[in-house]
């Protein structure tokens, strides 16, 4: 086994979900291919003393439902072993291990938002028990095919993208990822009690309210790797409008060019150059859809380039990213929704993020 893996599984377990002795650790892999880290985790989680249990789900699982019925009820119905686990245990480690990412893409859209409710009643109790300081969860990915075919990339150049942006080539990983978390909680404490946000650039002039918010430091933890730092705008005052740079990816659908103008909070007018009946389905999920729930900046500058895979995609230093729909409760947001879409802007080439008036990013760097 490749050795940067058992570095994974310690990171994951010593830094990313603090991991005491006795805790049990759910440990869950979207497909078989995910199988090797989940070794390692088991096998470090036993070593320091917790009780890991591991739930990895078929191949083609998603596909097997929507093949076999078309009763929303069905395709809804929560797993009730994953539900107890979400809702007990203290540690829950998801690896997205997909190995065709488009492969629900031609499928009825209603017949995906029933499946995706199953997900989204478990993204809930894992959002409420995070807010409540109740569950320490850290989603990753291991690299496979499907995300390497994604990215244009051969499965040794992406291992070697995937390990590298987690740190993992360095000698004491945990030590680096300690020091990334120090220095955003460095602009995060100079946001604090601030009030206005406005974010300008060639792709994008929004404005919004985050007074009473909170930025959330993701540095490791809650996602690995990581790099951004996020907050839950107040809900009716976004206003303005934004082109989104790189496709979005949804529930293994890909929407390219979207574009969505925004009232009082409110998405009025979406666009997109494909797959525009998805956007706008997606959209009119909920009422809270239709909302943002998360507004980020992107602070991985170990990702400088698009895969088609959120997780890095997000995180690349110098973009903004931002998420329709349901909303982080420990940032404030009180929106909800079954939706959580991130989609992200660059803002490389004459982006500018002022804050109270004051400067505090240009051209993808921070200027405080």
């Not at 995906?112 to 409710?117: I, Y």
């Not at 300690?178 to 974010?199: E, N, P, S, T």
């Amino acid at each position: 086994m490749d050795s940067r893996i058992h570095k994974m599984a310690h990171v994951l377990l010593h830094y990313s979900t603090r991991t005491q002795p006795g805790e049990r650790v759910l440990i869950r892999s979207t497909s078989p291919a995910g199988q090797p880290l989940c070794q390692a985790l088991y096998e470090e989680a036993l070593r320091m003393g917790a009780r890991p249990a591991v739930y990895i789900h078929m191949s083609e699982e998603e596909v097997l439902g929507l093949e076999a019925t078309t009763d929303p009820d069905l395709l809804a119905d929560v797993n009730p072993m994953l539900k107890m686990m979400y809702e007990e245990a203290p540690v829950v480690i998801r690896i997205d291990a997909e190995e065709n990412t488009r492969d629900r893409s031609a499928y009825p859209v209603e017949m995906q938002v029933a499946r995706a409710k199953a997900r989204s009643a478990l993204i809930n109790i894992q959002m409420r028990r995070e807010a409540a300081g109740e569950l320490r969860r850290c989603s990753t990915q291991f690299p496979t095919f499907g995300y390497a075919q994604n990215a244009g990339m051969s499965l040794r150049q992406y291992e070697n993208f995937v390990f590298g942006a987690c740190k993992l080539d360095l000698d004491d990983p945990v030590a680096a990822w300690k020091a990334f978390y120090d220095a955003q909680d460095r602009l995060i404490a100079w946001l604090k009690g601030r009030k206005h946000l406005h974010v300008r650039g060639d792709h994008i002039d929004l404005t919004m309210s985050i007074a009473g918010r909170l930025f959330k430091n993701a540095g490791g933890r809650e996602n690995f790797p990581d790099g951004e730092i996020f907050t839950g705008p107040v809900e009716d005052s976004v206003n303005g409008w934004v082109r989104f740079t790189y496709p979005a990816y949804f529930r293994g659908n890909e929407v390219k060019g979207v574009e969505l103008e925004f009232r009082d909070g409110l998405v009025v007018n979406a666009r997109a150059e494909t797959n525009r009946d998805f956007l706008i389905a997606t959209l009119d999920t909920d009422p809270g859809a239709r909302r943002l729930g998360e507004f980020a900046i992107g602070t991985n500058w170990d990702i400088q380039q698009f895969t088609g895979s959120i997780l890095f995609d997000e995180k690349i230093g110098g973009t903004v990213h931002m998420a329709v729909g349901q909303g982080y409760g420990e940032t404030g947001s009180v929106n909800n929704s079954d939706v959580h879409w991130d989609m992200i802007c660059d803002m490389r080439q004459g982006g500018t993020i002022t804050v109270d008036g004051d400067l505090f990013y240009r051209d993808g760097k921070f200027v405080i």
